[in-house]
């Protein structure tokens, strides 16, 4: 099994409602994103996927995040932008631009340094 992974970034604003605590007041982060996708198999240059690509299908998702207030941004009007929330949006926008060619393993994001989420798909 092959695994390979990118690392982008978004900056971001976003509130969580609800929430008893200072996360409830909006803030914002420079959210990091690890798209990790595995492979059984390489293709015929010997790759198992193809970074550029990857890194591509990726930034088209983040795009529309960067430089917003998240609760203002479909999906995140209506469920909160928490990490969590955020790793399973990326992860179903993700797959379908995979066309099956590689199966994702996790979606990694950031809020700091030190505290972040990873979904694993079933």
């Given at each position: 099994?092959?695994?390979?992974?990118?690392?982008?970034?978004?900056?971001?604003?976003?509130?969580?409602?609800?929430?008893?605590?200072?996360?409830?007041?909006?803030?914002?982060?420079?959210?990091r994103?690890?798209?990790?996708?595995?492979?059984t198999?390489?293709?015929?240059?010997?790759?198992?996927?193809?970074?550029?690509?990857?890194?591509?299908?990726?930034?088209?998702?983040?795009?529309?995040?960067?430089?917003?207030?998240?609760?203002?941004?479909?999906?995140?009007?209506?469920?909160?932008?928490?990490?969590e929330?955020?790793?399973?949006?990326?992860?179903?926008?993700?797959?379908?631009?995979?066309?099956?060619?590689?199966?994702?393993?996790?979606?990694?994001?950031?809020?700091?340094?030190y505290?972040?989420?990873?979904?694993?798909?079933?």
């Amino acid at each position: 099994m092959y695994e390979i992974a990118v690392e982008r970034h978004f900056d971001a604003a976003h509130f969580l409602r609800g929430y008893q605590g200072k996360c409830e007041a909006l803030h914002g982060h420079r959210f990091r994103v690890v798209a990790k996708v595995s492979a059984t198999e390489l293709d015929g240059t010997g790759m198992a996927y193809d970074f550029t690509e990857l890194k591509r299908h990726l930034d088209d998702i983040l795009a529309r995040f960067d430089h917003t207030c998240l609760n203002d941004v479909p999906p995140f009007q209506k469920i909160n932008p928490s990490s969590e929330n955020i790793a399973i949006t990326i992860y179903n926008e993700l797959k379908p631009k995979l066309a099956g060619q590689v199966v994702i393993s996790s979606i990694e994001v950031w809020e700091s340094p030190y505290t972040w989420v990873a979904y694993h798909p079933d």
